[in-house]
């Protein structure tokens, strides 16, 4: 079978890319596309594939500045020629699914996001700019956003990442999803074995990642915060901190499980669409305080691997680490935490994608077996793919 992997760029190794490593792994022999590709940034993993990019490759400073051309990238995505595959995945956050499939094979698209700087988080995005730069962006915006509706349409199935990406997409393109929860890299962490001493933050420092809400809660608390991460933020987040807040900016993946092991608990503060970073924590045996919307829903489980918040405020924040010290600490087990991260092992997304892709696509897929998960024992056709993430029974007992 020859497989197109569609995915918006490849300028570096984050969620999307590692999504993506999956697919290559259930995939081999896929030919990728994408718009723009800088190599020294991506794994040799991807690049043994064959990758294809787009004309937005060849345009001044696309590399680093390729989010200027969006405009662009419609027509760029539906020269593609993909005549000859007999499946299509696309990799959806940035524009990706709107290829045109060739008529006889399915299309399918996991979508980690519909674009959200044309749809909710359009105004804030829009706030960012300067008067010029906010005109020409209305305008991209307006008729991005009919594409955008048009190409749902040459979709055969969605995939969502998190229930809450699930309900985005049944608002803005009217089509329903299954959810299928993308996978996290489990083995770069070790459990901790005992209390932390510190609460830590792990972001992009970018205005929708709300750093602003742990700094300015830790003001009003006899505590520690670490920082992990940069951005344009930093100046103006550093500014506002207190002297127990510490910035560390970047740190390699072995500094980052340190942190996490060393921590009494990561805080979350964000409106995330899904979030990779809570798991990781977990998957340290650390708990987690997290805003109490969007993906964290399908991620955290109050009083077994951490609790919610309701409100997006400083002062919400700072109450729920007091609570979380007086009432739920004691009462979590590092064990149930560890055991709740391996629900989203890189084998169970490769499992539930390919369950639900042969349920989909019986007379395509009928030749390709089921991978075996590491327990030894193959999950049972469920009734929804997200329930294939469920911890198998001795686990649960």
């Not at 696309?90 to 290829?99: V, Y």
């Not at 307006?142 to 749902?152: E, L, P």
């Not at 340290?284 to 918040?309: E, H, K, L, N, Y």
Request: hydrophobic share 40%.
């Amino acid at each position: 079978m020859k497989v197109a992997i569609v995915h918006y760029w490849l300028s570096g190794m984050r969620g999307g890319e590692f999504v993506l490593e999956q697919f290559s792994e259930l995939f081999p022999n896929a030919d990728i596309f994408t718009h723009v590709l800088s190599p020294e940034k991506i794994s040799d993993k991807l690049l043994r594939h064959k990758i294809s990019t787009s004309f937005i490759q060849k345009l001044p400073l696309a590399g680093r500045h390729y989010s200027k051309y969006l405009g662009f990238m419609p027509m760029a995505l539906e020269r593609f020629d993909l005549e000859g595959y007999d499946l299509v995945i696309s990799s959806e956050s940035g524009p990706a699914k709107g290829i045109i499939p060739p008529a006889n094979a399915p299309h399918v698209c996991y979508c980690h996001s519909p674009m959200r700087y044309l749809w909710d988080r359009y105004g804030e995005y829009r706030q960012t700019l300067g008067p010029v730069g906010r005109t020409v962006f209305d305008v991209t915006a307006h008729r991005m956003r009919m594409w955008d509706v048009t190409s749902a349409a040459r979709v055969d199935h969605f995939m969502a990442n998190s229930s809450f990406v699930q309900s985005r997409i049944q608002k803005y393109y009217r089509r329903s999803a299954e959810v299928v929860h993308p996978p996290v890299a489990l083995d770069r962490f070790v459990p901790a074995t005992g209390p932390g001493e510190y609460y830590v933050f792990v972001s992009e420092l970018v205005a929708y990642k709300r750093a602003d809400i742990a700094v300015r809660a830790f003001a009003n608390l006899d505590r520690k915060l670490l920082i992990v991460g940069d951005g344009p933020e930093r100046g103006r987040l550093e500014a506002q901190a207190t002297p127990n807040v510490e910035f560390l900016g970047r740190v390699s993946n072995q500094e980052l499980s340190d942190i996490y092991r060393g921590a009494r608990a990561l805080v979350f503060p964000g409106l995330e669409d899904f979030g990779i970073v809570p798991l990781e924590a977990m998957a340290s045996g650390r708990p987690v305080i997290a805003f109490g919307q969007g993906g964290a829903r399908d991620t955290v489980v109050p009083g077994v691997t951490g609790m919610f918040f309701e409100t997006q405020t400083a002062e919400a924040l700072t109450e729920a680490v007091r609570r979380f010290e007086t009432e739920v600490e004691e009462t979590l087990d590092i064990s149930q935490i560890v055991a709740h991260a391996q629900k989203f092992s890189p084998e169970r997304f490769r499992h539930a994608f390919l369950t639900h892709l042969k349920r989909c696509e019986p007379e395509l897929m009928g030749h390709y077996d089921i991978p075996v998960l590491k327990t030894g024992t193959v999950v049972g056709q469920p009734e929804t793919a997200t329930n294939i993430l469920q911890p198998p029974k001795s686990a649960r007992a």
